[in-house]
């Protein structure tokens, strides 16, 4: 299982930019758009760590972050526009372990995050995902298919472990190119075609329970059948 997040912010677009690259680095990502909305989502996905904005409708972030520190020790890190010194010591005052002034760049999100992760212990877990017949490993950029590693070159892999870390999901080229290749890659869409073409060369024949699937006039997905 990889490091599962809980991102708690009403600006919907700020909720999506955050789960876009918490996702890109291989941890799972569960949203809420409210204070209230933010408890019952932490009950009910047991987090590992929790992205809180400080003002959020009917609970805000601090009153989540006391009633999460009543129950669990979970990383905590506070996300606000106010970036007085009294306002994080109120936050590390009530639990929260940091602290991050918007606007904010996602590059100093994740180090904050992985940071946190080391300071608490909190274990992240491995870049794998595995269905019948296969297996795609990130950490090592491996790829196992009937029980044997195939050679396949890096951009092939994380392709497959994007799509196959999200089963049903139909994505269209752009947003692979933006999730596998980065924001600043500025190359053909085709490069996608090319890549899942490749990949399914590999794929045929290994198993009739899942397939990369084309989805005409949008984009692929990684589709499970159902059992």
């Not at 989540?64 to 890190?77: A, D, F, H, L, Y």
């Not at 991050?100 to 995050?113: A, G, S, T």
């Not at 995902?129 to 950029?141: H, N």
Request: some cysteine.
């Amino acid at each position: 299982m990889s490091l599962r997040i809980l991102v708690a912010e009403d600006n919907a677009d700020i909720a999506n930019l955050l789960r876009l690259y918490l996702e890109k680095e291989g941890w799972e990502v569960v949203t809420a758009e409210d204070g209230v909305a933010a408890m019952e989502a932490f009950h009910k996905h047991k987090p590992d760590l929790a992205l809180l904005d400080i003002m959020m409708p009917r609970k805000d972030g601090r009153q989540v972050c006391e009633e999460i520190r009543k129950e669990s020790s979970i990383p905590v890190i506070m996300v606000t526009a106010k970036g007085e010194i009294t306002d994080k010591v109120a936050c590390f005052e009530i639990g929260a372990d940091d602290y991050i002034v918007k606007p904010f760049d996602m590059k100093e999100v994740i180090l904050r995050i992985r940071a946190v992760i080391r300071r608490t212990g909190v274990e992240e877990g491995a870049k794998r995902v595995e269905y019948d017949g296969i297996s795609v490993d990130l950490d090592s950029y491996s790829l196992q298919l009937g029980g044997k590693e195939v050679d396949a070159p890096p951009k092939e892999i994380e392709l497959l472990y994007f799509l196959a870390s999200n089963p049903g999901t139909v994505f269209t080229r752009d947003q692979l190119l933006d999730q596998v290749w980065g924001f600043d890659y500025f190359g053909d869409t085709r490069t996608i075609d090319v890549h899942v073409k490749r990949l399914r060369e590999k794929l045929e024949g290994v198993s009739d329970k899942w397939s990369l699937r084309t989805v005409w006039g949008v984009g692929y997905k990684f589709e499970v059948k159902e059992k």
